[in-house]
């Protein structure tokens, strides 16, 4: 689990559109936070590539992150929100993708699968209407 230091994340508050009364108006609860991947010394190069990817949307053409935090209606509660998202996002990043190695089925698998088909044939071909014996 890499943690990235505060002095590397931007922060910028607003207001926040949507009902709330007399607050939204005159508070800027809202946050987005900032952090550039690509400039960012916690975090290896294959992280920071798998941490633009995993971000899609949110990050910009010059490698950095933008999340936005209205969820809440205090700022702090936002500023640790936006602070969570961006830390699942690394966490999830910082994990190595397992790659597959494709095999190939051995011949006994192959005969039992050829086996059991002809078996169930067996019984689906018996569910037919009788036939006329002579």
């Known amino acids: 689990m890499t943690t990235i230091p505060e002095d590397e994340l931007e922060f ?20 987005q ?10 975090l290896t190069e294959p992280v920071k590539e798998r941490l633009l990817k995993l971000a899609g949307s949110r990050a910009t053409q010059a490698g950095e992150v933008l999340i936005t935090a209205v969820r809440f209606r205090t700022q702090e509660r936002n500023r640790a929100d936006a602070m969570e ?5 690394i966490d999830e990043a910082s994990i190595k993708p397992v790659f597959r ?3 190939r089925p051995t011949r006994a698998s192959r ?7 002809t078996r169930r044939s ?6 037919g209407k009788p036939g006329l014996s002579d």
């Open 101 to 103: 190695v494709p095999t």
């Open 122 to 127: 067996v019984i689906k071909s018996g569910r």
């Open 33 to 42: 936070l900032r952090f550039d991947v690509v400039n960012s010394p916690s």
């Open 85 to 89: 998202r961006l830390q699942a996002l």
């Open 12 to 31: 910028r508050f607003f207001r926040a559109g949507g009902p709330g009364g007399q607050n939204v108006n005159k508070v800027s609860t809202s946050v």
């Open 111 to 117: 005969q039992r699968r050829l086996d059991s088909k």
